[in-house]
């Protein structure tokens, strides 16, 4: 089945900085990348999604990357806040497209 | 309104009891979620339903139960608890089956003790 690998496990910056978390995924079946923040004691919530027709999307400071031939996609965030910390998530379809499997997750902090 | 609601939030129980989650979307989706994050925070789906019928069950052990009465519900009963069994459980909907994006509920806390 699909596999879903996230790195770094942690990743602390300054206010300011840009943060990169990237995923490799196993199934090249896979159509649909979405990105998820979670906030300590809170749900996950969708805060970008791209889908496999599609090299990048952008959303303010966020923006998203896909490269198929490598089976990797990435989370860029740009000038970083202390309210972007939280634990992120990736995620990709799995190969039935029945559901969506998660990395293990990166928590970010962002130190002021 | 929220668009998807479980109960209780929290639930605290002992070994070998039975318990049960409950959980409404009000989204008009079609398929229906459970996954489980444990104390590492990763998020491991275990159930899914699309229009009340089960499609996918990930090696969860049978004492896990999914009932689905409605497209708009998906209940979560739990036998003879064990202390492995201590993790927060999120309801999720999406439109289509792995293909759009999850709505979650804000999730069930479970300590068994």
């Known amino acids: 089945g699909e596999n879903v690998e996230q790195h770094p496990s942690t990743l602390s910056v300054q206010e300011g900085d840009s943060a990169v978390i990237k995923c490799t995924y196993s199934d090249s079946a896979s159509n649909y990348f979405p990105w998820y923040k979670q906030e300590l004691g809170k749900r996950p919530q969708l805060i970008i999604d791209i889908r496999s027709n599609v090299g990048e999307k952008k959303d303010q400071r966020i923006a998203v990357t896909l490269n198929k031939t490598a089976k990797h996609f990435s989370l860029h965030i740009t000038e970083t806040q202390p309210e972007d910390s939280a634990v992120y998530f990736c995620?990709?379809?799995?190969?039935?497209?029945?559901?969506?499997?998660f990395g293990k997750g990166t928590t970010l902090s962002v130190s002021s | 309104d929220t668009a998807v609601s479980q109960t209780p939030k929290y639930l605290v129980t002992q070994m070998g009891n039975d318990k049960s989650i409950k959980c409404e979307q009000n989204?008009?989706?079609?398929?229906m979620y459970w996954y489980k994050q444990d104390s590492k925070k990763f998020l491991k789906i275990m159930f899914s339903y699309n229009n009340k019928e089960l499609i996918i069950n990930e090696t969860v052990p049978n004492r896990f139960s999914p009932k689905s009465p409605d497209k708009a519900h998906l209940n979560l009963h739990i036998n003879s608890l064990e202390l492995g069994d201590s993790a927060v459980y999120f309801c999720?909907?999406?439109?289509?089956?792995?293909?759009?994006?999850?709505?979650f509920g804000n999730g069930t806390r479970l300590t068994v003790t």
């Open positions: 989204l008009g989706h079609d398929t």
């Open positions: 995620a990709a379809s799995n190969q039935a497209g029945t559901a969506l499997i």
């Open positions: 999720a909907s999406s439109q289509d089956e792995g293909g759009s994006p999850l709505h």
